[in-house]
């Protein structure tokens, strides 16, 4: 399904329809979510899965958490 282009939230750019394809809920284009460091802040712990009161450590699983950062407009 092709997307419609629409603006990046920094500079105002349109972003490649290709790279909203790819990834639907961006909000940058290339060069700033370059700069920015991406447009999510994400977290990944391991799941500890042991008995309680044992000093074996049982890990599960991960647990993944996707933040938006707060992205302000780029100064012209």
Do not use: H, Y
């Given at each position: ?16 329809v290709e790279r909203l394809e ?35 450590k049982n890990y599960a699983g ?15």
């Open positions: 399904m092709a997307k419609k282009p629409r603006p990046c939230i920094r500079c105002g750019v349109e972003i490649d790819a990834i639907p809920e961006t909000r940058l284009c290339v060069r700033c979510s370059q700069e920015v460091g991406g447009d999510f802040e994400v977290t990944v712990t391991s799941e500890n899965v042991a008995k309680t009161g044992s000093l074996k991960w647990s993944v958490q996707k933040k938006r950062r707060r992205i302000e407009p780029k100064d012209s």
